[in-house]
């Protein structure tokens, strides 16, 4: 009886160690994507709203990136900032702090690019989360969602986003959505239907971003 009773605390205690040996399984990992294409580089400021609610609601442990989708937006250089918080409070305030400053530097310095590139984007952020190893992943991308990429970057492929929401913030219409809205919903239709074949979890749309800040971290 007493050998099973210690077989029973050594098993407990391996167990016991092992959850608390990876502290991020609970933890959540943001992954913000930012159109600078075109005139939707004007819409930075809204942008910028954006990082201040994830600085203000993410915790110590969580982990969140803000990378720029540009002409090839398949590489880390695209990673305007990218941190995950101390677990101690003190330190995560010094953090946010630093991340906001280097998004408030990058405000200033913004370039529209010719191109945008929102799958290459989509892969990154798909990379960095997986390495964060976060209990809960999403990826939020802030752009008008027309992708238009330069000759020679191939994107036709299938890709994976398992185990990651996908939220499609500020979604705004073209002159040519104006004329015809069913450019825009087909527009809408298409990305969903790609995302959720590549295994994401879950789709969302936020155009209202003064009544539904709430539904990028699905907080409500």
Not at 17 to 29: T, V
Not at 149 to 170: H, S, W, Y
Not at 175 to 201: C, F, H, I, Q, S
């Amino acid at each position: 009886m007493k050998k099973y009773i210690l077989i029973w605390i050594m098993f407990s205690g391996v167990f016991f160690i092992s959850a608390c040996g990876d502290s991020r399984i609970h933890s959540q990992a943001v992954y913000m994507l930012v159109d600078t294409s075109g005139t939707y580089a004007q819409e930075m400021s809204k942008a910028s709203k954006i990082i201040n609610y994830l600085l203000a609601t993410l915790n110590p442990g969580d982990s969140l990136a803000m990378a720029k989708v540009e002409t090839r937006s398949f590489t880390e250089k695209d990673i305007v900032a990218k941190v995950t918080f101390d677990k101690r409070p003190s330190q995560a305030t010094l953090q946010k702090r630093a991340f906001k400053s280097k998004i408030e530097a990058f405000s200033k310095e913004i370039r529209g690019s010719a191109f945008t590139d929102i799958t290459g984007g989509l892969i990154q952020g798909a990379e960095y989360l997986n390495e964060t190893k976060a209990g809960k992943k999403t990826i939020v991308v802030f752009s008008d969602m027309q992708e238009e990429l330069d000759k020679g970057t191939l994107r036709d492929f299938p890709i994976e986003l398992n185990g990651i929401r996908i939220v499609a913030l500020n979604v705004t219409k073209l002159g040519t959505d104006n004329a015809d809205p069913r450019l825009y919903l087909d527009r809408l239709a298409t990305w969903e239907k790609k995302v959720r074949k590549a295994g994401a979890t879950e789709w969302v749309l936020v155009n209202d971003l003064e009544n539904n800040m709430e539904s990028i971290l699905n907080t409500r």
